[in-house]
């Protein structure tokens, strides 16, 4: 009787963990998925927003102090001066830029209130771009801290690009 009690006592508190577990690991994923779509949602407006040249949401997609870094090597664009004169400027004329994302990859700090990304964007204009960049959550909602975009080159074509790359760089240190 003594040993029935203690293996039905055991059995419970094994079912206890096991459910304690089992719902913890629930809600890990659960706030991972709201934190994967919260990450997209911004991402996506972001692009949407630059396509529809709506400087409101495109500048607030980003933290008060986030940085882009263009294609450039002197474009890194600062909140809240050099970016937003430049999207300003930009959208001025009712005109943005169209990028698609169409593969995303996000990543997570532990506590899920940073979060790091890659993407590949399309532009029916300028062809495939790499898009970079870090979140963070802050008081439950996600802004850009960091985006960096790049072009993307097959290997096959990088021989005539690093040509053009060299050449091109060399021509401005001789105009400066």
Same mark, same amino acid.
């Given at each position: 009787?003594?040993?029935?009690?203690?293996?039905?006592?055991?059995?419970?508190?094994?079912?206890?963990?096991?459910?304690?577990?089992?719902?913890?690991?629930?809600?890990?994923?659960?706030?991972?998925?709201?934190?994967?779509?919260?990450?997209?949602?911004?991402?996506?407006?972001?692009?949407?927003?630059?396509?529809?040249?709506?400087?409101? /949401?495109?500048? @607030?997609? =980003?933290?008060? +102090? !986030? %940085?882009?870094?263009?294609?450039?090597?002197?474009?890194?664009?600062?909140?809240?001066?050099?970016?937003?004169?430049?999207?300003?400027?930009?959208?001025?004329?009712?005109?943005?830029?169209?990028?698609?994302?169409?593969?995303?990859?996000?990543?997570?700090?532990?506590?899920?209130?940073?979060?790091?990304?890659?993407?590949?964007?399309?532009? /029916?204009?300028? @062809?495939? =771009?790499?898009? +970079? !960049? %870090?979140?963070?959550?802050?008081?439950?909602?996600?802004?850009?801290?960091?985006?960096?975009?790049?072009?993307?080159?097959?290997?096959?074509?990088?021989?005539?690009?690093?040509?053009?790359?060299?050449?091109?760089?060399?021509?401005?240190?001789?105009?400066?």
């Amino acid at each position: 009787m003594l040993f029935h009690a203690l293996r039905t006592r055991t059995t419970h508190c094994m079912l206890a963990i096991l459910l304690s577990c089992s719902l913890n690991v629930m809600a890990s994923d659960e706030s991972k998925f709201e934190a994967t779509q919260g990450v997209n949602q911004v991402l996506d407006g972001l692009h949407q927003a630059a396509s529809q040249a709506d400087l409101e /949401k495109y500048l @607030g997609s =980003f933290t008060d +102090t !986030g %940085v882009f870094m263009g294609t450039d090597d002197w474009e890194r664009w600062t909140r809240p001066t050099t970016l937003d004169q430049y999207v300003a400027e930009r959208f001025a004329g009712g005109t943005g830029w169209t990028y698609q994302s169409v593969e995303r990859n996000i990543n997570f700090s532990e506590e899920k209130n940073i979060a790091w990304f890659d993407e590949i964007t399309v532009s /029916k204009k300028w @062809g495939r =771009f790499r898009g +970079t !960049g %870090v979140l963070i959550n802050d008081n439950g909602q996600w802004k850009i801290a960091h985006y960096a975009m790049s072009v993307l080159v097959p290997n096959e074509a990088w021989e005539k690009v690093a040509e053009i790359n060299i050449k091109t760089f060399a021509d401005r240190q001789k105009n400066e």
